[in-house]
């Protein structure tokens, strides 16, 4: 990020950019505190990206249970990635359990793309962030996912935008993450402090690896801190 705002001499602005950008926001503003992990989270995506040239830059977010913050996360890190490499990103509300209701109604959705991969020319114009939300009608999901019309689809994303980012049902309710992830670099799984046991998450990654997927890693949300911050500063020299 200092070599970028350097390139740009001082007028790269992360929080600025994120905060001008002009899609209605799908979710509260997030804290400075919340960027600045969220912006961690996306070069880390970035470097995994660059390390592994082939493939589609696509990744897939998931939790265990519904409620812990996955789709929260997904959309703020997919924002960030469009703003800090300055391209097209898409994020696609994949949750075909608890889609985002306020999506509705928001052009073509990712039920239509499934069913006709073609029609991704239709919502690659436009903003460097992009949304899609589940869409309507009724589909054979799993069957799609399995098949050729999920992978034609994440290859006329990737001729599109730099990354994809899918939101997809929790694992405890959805037998299909595994198959979301097959053809991706792989899940990112939300975990939510101190709600499950070990044993509970980790079913959840066993499931989505014996489908096939890959697992990145996890990332906790709504940690808290009980011992008072200037210890933690002092104990990591800051």
């Known amino acids: 990020m200092a070599a970028m705002a350097k ?5 790269y602005d992360l929080v600025y950019n994120l905060e001008s950008m002009g899609e209605a926001s799908l979710f509260p503003q997030p804290s400075r505190k919340q960027m600045v992990q969220f912006e961690r989270l996306a070069d880390s995506l ?24 996955c789709s929260f996360i997904s959309y703020n890190i997919a924002r960030h990635l469009s703003v800090m490499l300055g391209s097209k ?22 039920r239509e793309l499934l069913r006709d ?10 903003p460097n962030f992009v949304t ?5 009608g009724d589909i054979k999901q799993t069957r799609l996912l399995s098949g050729s019309h999920y992978r034609n689809l994440l290859e006329a994303l990737d001729e599109k935008f ?29 975990v939510e402090s101190r709600r499950l046991k070990y044993e509970v998450v980790q079913h959840s990654i066993d499931s989505i690896r014996s489908q096939g997927g890959d697992v990145l890693g996890t990332v906790l949300n709504k940690q808290s801190f009980e011992i008072p911050d200037f210890i933690y500063r002092m104990f990591l020299g800051g």
Not at 46 to 56: D, F, H, P, Q, V
Not at 117 to 126: K, L, Q
Not at 176 to 186: E, I, L, S, Y
């Open 46 to 69: 970035i470097n995994l990206s660059r390390e592994r040239a082939e493939g589609s830059s696509s990744v897939v977010f998931s939790s265990t249970l519904r409620g812990e913050g």
């Open 132 to 136: 899609i939300p589940n869409g309507e």
């Open 162 to 190: 730099k990354f994809i980012i899918i939101d997809a049902p929790a694992v405890n309710e959805s037998v299909d993450v595994g198959r979301f992830a097959q053809p991706t670099m792989g899940v990112v799984l939300v």
């Open 7 to 11: 390139e740009s001499r001082g007028e």
């Open 89 to 110: 990103v898409v994020w696609i509300d994949g949750n075909f359990i608890s889609p985002q209701r306020r999506l509705m109604n928001g052009g073509v959705g990712f």
């Open 117 to 126: 991969p073609s029609r991704v020319e239709e919502i690659a114009s436009g």
